[in-house]
């Protein structure tokens, strides 16, 4: 049996690294580690980490979607 049977489970996946960005992108912000007066980490740095955890979850969950229907039942 294929682990995504459905391609709607492929949002799903993707869905996943979305929700750790939006996470990634909100604690130091909220707990407020990002300032660069304190000498934090760089704000710059936080936006990259979660932009590129954002186009990890699309490129994920198009490419899931993409073997889901391409294979054979």
Same mark, same amino acid.
């Given at each position: +049996?294929?682990?995504?049977?459905?391609?709607? !489970?492929?949002? +799903?996946?993707?869905?996943?690294?979305?929700?750790?960005?939006?996470?990634?992108?909100?604690?130091?912000?909220?707990?407020?580690? !990002?300032?660069? %007066?304190?000498?934090?980490? !760089?704000?710059?740095?936080?936006? %990259?980490? %979660?932009? +590129?955890?954002?186009?990890?979850?699309?490129?994920?969950?198009? +490419?899931?979607?993409?073997?889901?229907?391409?294979?054979?039942?």
């Amino acid at each position: +049996m294929h682990l995504l049977r459905h391609p709607r !489970n492929a949002a +799903m996946l993707g869905l996943i690294f979305v929700t750790i960005a939006v996470i990634y992108f909100t604690v130091p912000t909220v707990l407020g580690l !990002n300032n660069p %007066a304190s000498g934090a980490t !760089n704000v710059l740095d936080i936006v %990259a980490g %979660a932009t +590129m955890l954002l186009g990890l979850g699309i490129a994920m969950a198009l +490419m899931a979607y993409v073997i889901a229907v391409g294979t054979r039942e």
